[in-house]
């Protein structure tokens, strides 16, 4: 990782009862690694009187009672922590969760693994090899319940977004751009290359979690045949065969 | 168990409370009401000590009927409504019998209406809220034949009660104060934002709500922004410089620039909103926005200290001659038998 501009933290007031955080306003990856930092030393051990604690790729927003906790000096307690934050060391935190999450790779499962490698300059096989082995995180859950933005993989998968929308990917569909995953937990359309699927669902309402994925879960993918997923798709909870290991 | 029977449906009907707050880690916004405070109107005039699980009414009502005697509280957006007939009073608790008919027109003003039985809709909650979030599949519109289980009235004998409610249904000024992107806009684009009377667009639902002008709102920071925790009352400006408000059931994370966020309590007045009436953004500062906070509780306190047994016009009571009009008339000679 190499730091392009000296990293900051700003703590600005989002609402009436709340902060943000932030440590970049573009998605810079030493600013994601920032707030992963932030958001884990928060749920550690949170100032008295936070209501609620949640990451956004390069932010972390905190609410807070007013009846609790005093605003300013909450401000101040913030800053000095975002300001030990950037000072380092830059590092992910050691992940407390890591998550096995079987996929099919390639033919109709990932109608653009091809291309995907292709602009990497590297076999199919070896694009899937290098997804499967890489230490990947839950950078952050948005756009729908439960569903992440998982990274970062090495520099070469800076890979744009397409210019044209691929209409609609299934539920399960995992896609990628900016070295970055989504696993789409619903059929949605998105600019992102789809090269897998995965019959874990990030969102069912009736299952208990119906959002297991949390901030910051170590993920794995393995390699699986379709028909693997498409009988892991039978199961009644929609894991998939995800397997969770508790790490700490 | 009571119920309510629902055998017409006119609105986009739902069922919705508070709202699960807490889950914005896990991408699910609070979602609930659009307007919370009709929520705490029907509490203080049914006299119970919180907000329940209310009919939220989109548009206009439809006909209803109850299994047992059942007090209800009509609140939010005004809209036409009898029982049998007789015209009921809106902003006001009612007593509503087996065999009744309560029938909800469109609304008068306004957008949303919220018809709240006193035990409150007693449906199965989901992460401890029994609000609809269609867009994510919780829930769903509620169609004639439903019938909705009701919980106990915590106190059945309470009388009918009414209060007027602060006006918020025929639009208005509505404040924001600024938020972590308000600096990305230009003074000149913060000037015309503020300076414009909107009229609320034609896009609008549970989501956001969409503001009219002429004028675009840009920012020349907007492209490449990481995005973002979002929340209802952000300001939120499309590509192309619309403004969006968002409202309950928002996403939790978006990419736009939002340039202020309004005031909690000046939401349900932008909820209430029909489409083409002005809406007027005033910039305050924070520590104003401070000093207006009230807890829903204090609000409740107040809300109740407004609500007044409703005294009926006898001109408009068609059965006059059925209600025992006088009670305690006696020979006038009681104190001397004593």
């Known amino acids: ?248 | 168990m009571t119920a309510v029977q629902i055998s017409r449906a006119d609105g986009i009907l739902t069922v919705q409370d508070m709202g699960r707050p807490g889950h914005l880690a896990e991408g699910l916004s609070r979602g609930g009401a659009m307007d919370r405070c009709a929520l705490l109107e029907a509490a203080a005039l049914l006299g119970v000590n919180a907000p329940c699980a209310a009919i939220e009414m989109a548009g206009a009502g439809g006909e209803f009927s109850v299994t047992a005697p059942t007090r209800i509280a009509l609140t939010g957006a005004p809209m036409s409504a009898t029982l049998d007939q007789e015209p009921l009073q809106w902003n006001a608790s009612h007593l509503v019998l087996p065999g009744q008919k309560l029938r909800i027109g469109g609304a008068r003003a306004g957008v949303y209406g919220y018809l709240t039985p006193a035990g409150g809709i007693a449906t199965d909650p989901w992460l401890g809220s029994r609000a609809a979030h269609l867009n994510i599949g919780i829930g769903r519109t509620l169609a004639p034949g439903d019938s909705l289980p009701v919980g106990d009235d915590p106190v059945p004998e309470r009388p009918a009660h009414g209060f007027v409610p602060d006006a918020r249904f025929e639009g208005g000024t509505f404040r924001v104060i600024d938020g972590p992107h308000t600096a990305l806009f230009s003074d000149e684009v913060l000037e015309a934002f503020y300076t414009t009377a909107f009229r609320r667009g034609a896009r609008g639902n549970r989501q956001g709500i969409q503001l009219d002008a002429d004028a675009r709102f840009t920012s020349a920071h907007a492209k490449g922004l990481a995005s973002d925790l979002i929340g209802p009352g952000d300001v939120q400006m499309t590509g192309d410089g619309v403004p969006y408000i968002l409202m309950s059931e928002c996403q939790t994370v978006g990419g736009y620039p939002r340039i202020g966020t309004v005031l909690p309590s000046d939401l349900p007045l932008v909820a209430q909103a029909a489409p083409g009436v002005i809406l007027q953004p005033r910039r305050i500062s924070l520590e104003e926005a401070i000093a207006t906070i009230r807890s829903e509780a204090e609000l409740l306190r107040d809300l109740a200290g407004r609500c007044a047994p409703l005294v009926r016009d006898p001109a408009t009571i068609r059965d006059l001659l059925s209600y025992q009009l006088v009670s305690g008339v006696t020979c006038g000679d009681d104190l001397e038998r004593v």
């Open chain 1, 1 to 248: 990782m190499t730091l392009s501009t000296p990293l900051t933290a700003e703590v600005l007031p989002a609402g009436v009862d709340g902060f943000l955080v932030r440590f970049s306003l573009t998605p810079d990856p030493v600013a994601m690694t920032a707030a992963r930092r932030f958001a884990a030393r928060l749920e550690a051990g949170a100032p008295e009187g936070l209501s609620e604690i949640a990451a956004a790729l390069v932010s972390v927003l905190v609410r807070f009672d007013a009846t609790l906790a005093d605003r300013s000096e909450l401000k101040t307690r913030l800053e000095t922590m975002a300001r030990e934050t950037v000072q380092g060391p830059l590092e992910l935190p050691e992940p407390a969760r890591r998550w096995t999450i079987p996929v099919a790779f390639g033919a109709e499962q990932g109608p653009q693994l091809a291309e995907v490698a292709a602009a990497l300059g590297i076999s199919e096989e070896a694009a899937v090899r290098q997804i499967c082995e890489a230490d990947l995180r839950v950078l952050t859950i948005g756009f729908a319940p439960g569903q992440p933005y998982i990274g970062l993989m090495p520099e070469a998968w800076n890979l744009p977004r397409m210019a044209q929308l691929n209409p609609s990917v299934p539920a399960g569909a995992l896609v990628v751009a900016v070295r970055q995953f989504v696993l789409f937990g619903a059929a949605s359309a998105t600019g992102w290359q789809q090269v897998g699927r995965a019959a874990f669902r990030t969102f069912v309402p009736e299952r208990e979690p119906p959002m297991p994925l949390l901030g910051g879960d170590a993920i794995r993918f393995a390699p699986a045949a379709w028909d693997e997923i498409a009988d892991l798709a039978e199961d009644g909870d929609r894991m998939g065969g995800a397997r969770l290991e508790v790490l700490r």
